[in-house]
């Protein structure tokens, strides 16, 4: 039963270039978390998804981002036009459930890495 | 906002000591889970405790929720090698799903 798969691992951007991070949940899992982890840093929430639906994205940057969970396919975080701010590391968490202390999986991360 | 103060930020033991970190907030949570991040790698979680003054255990590490459910402490006795990584305290609040707040993390270091 694979876990959340992430990809690319490793993401290099020039300034000004667009970013894309995909994220396939578990298998089952219908509700998928965007957290974003700066150096030195903890996770921060960013966005929360389920199929066809944002349901918080109260974490999210009010322009350059942008994330979306199709009904078939990956959960894809958009990122426009990158700024060297933007370099962190990228998680994507997937659950079965809504409910406050479900357990959350998380897949291994993307290192976005803005020259 | 709400804030979770980790601490130590580091800590380097040797094999067989024992160990605390902390977490601390001014605000309560309905929820507290410890979780554990190797390098390179997403965190994995370790344990969910949610009524106040809950003690966990799992094998070498207790996990404790306080009484006000504002803060825990995690407590590994005999520490390993392997259980270096990055401990990591998240809140979650009822009503706001998943979205989990986290601290600031504790660099565990065990050496031989």
């Known amino acids: 039963n694979a876990g959340v798969m992430q990809n690319p691992r490793h993401l290099v951007r020039r300034r000004g270039q667009e970013a894309r991070l995909r994220c396939s949940p578990m298998k089952g899992h219908s509700h998928v978390y965007w957290y974003r982890q700066l150096p030195e840093e903890g996770l921060k929430f960013m966005v929360y998804l389920q199929k066809e639906n944002i349901i918080d994205e109260s974490g999210m940057p009010k322009e350059r981002f942008s994330a979306e969970f199709p009904k078939e396919g990956p959960s894809i975080l958009r990122i426009q036009q990158v700024v060297r701010g933007d370099s962190a590391a990228y998680f994507c968490?997937?659950?079965?459930?809504?409910?406050?202390?479900?357990?959350?999986?998380f897949g291994s991360g993307t290192q976005l890495s803005v020259l | 906002t709400q804030l979770l103060e980790q601490s130590p930020q580091f800590l380097s033991i040797q094999e067989g000591e024992n160990l605390t970190v902390y977490c601390n907030s001014s605000s309560v949570f309905s929820s507290l889970q410890w979780y554990r991040q190797e390098p390179g790698e997403g965190p994995v979680l370790l344990v969910t405790?949610?009524?106040?003054?809950e003690v966990k255990k799992l094998k070498r590490l207790t996990f404790q929720f306080g009484d006000a459910r504002k803060d825990s402490s995690l407590h590994i006795t005999a520490a390993q090698p392997g259980d270096t990584g990055l401990y990591l305290c998240?809140?979650?609040?009822?009503?706001?799903?998943?979205?989990?707040?986290f601290g600031t993390g504790t660099r565990l270091q065990v050496t031989l």
């Open positions: 998240a809140g979650g609040v009822t009503g706001t799903a998943s979205k989990l707040t």
């Open positions: 968490a997937s659950s079965s459930n809504f409910a406050t202390n479900e357990k959350l999986f």
């Open positions: 405790v949610v009524t106040g003054g």
